[in-house]
């Protein structure tokens, strides 16, 4: 099992920062793409941002330029840096990790897990 630990929500002006930040721990050996997702009242759940075990990144389009998704994989921790935010940034932010497990060379399965989601709120 694997449990993921947000932290770095709360409230900020439009055009803040604000940087969250999710720890990974127990059986981490086969996480490879991290990510971050966000929920808006009334909304589905979207990818805001993913980073992979190698480092490459993709992002939501509203968020290009102005977000930054990294992982220290020795902390293992994945961050996620938010410029110039604005209203509709607002939401709970969850993060997200994958686990795909294979047994001698094999694949067996891929895995999701889940954060308990920590609240940005984003004022005008």
């Known amino acids: 099992q694997v449990q993921l630990v947000e932290s770095g929500g709360g409230l900020a002006q439009a055009g803040g920062s604000l940087r969250l930040s999710c720890a990974a721990s127990?059986?981490?050996?086969?996480?490879?793409?991290m990510a971050w997702y966000r929920q808006a009242p009334g909304k589905q759940r979207e990818l805001v941002a993913r980073?992979?075990?190698?480092?490459?990144?993709n992002y939501a389009d509203s968020v290009k330029g102005r977000f930054t998704i990294s992982r220290d994989n020795a902390k293992n921790t994945v961050y996620l840096q938010m410029n110039s935010l604005k209203p509709e940034d607002t939401g709970v932010y969850y993060c997200?990790?994958?686990?795909?497990?294979?047994?001698?060379?094999?694949?067996?399965?891929?895995?999701?897990?889940w954060g308990q989601g920590t609240q940005v709120t984003v004022s005008s």
């Open positions: 127990g059986s981490i050996f086969n996480i490879n793409d």
């Open positions: 997200n990790a994958k686990e795909e497990l294979y047994l001698s060379g094999r694949y067996l399965s891929t895995k999701y897990y």
């Open positions: 980073v992979t075990s190698g480092g490459r990144t």
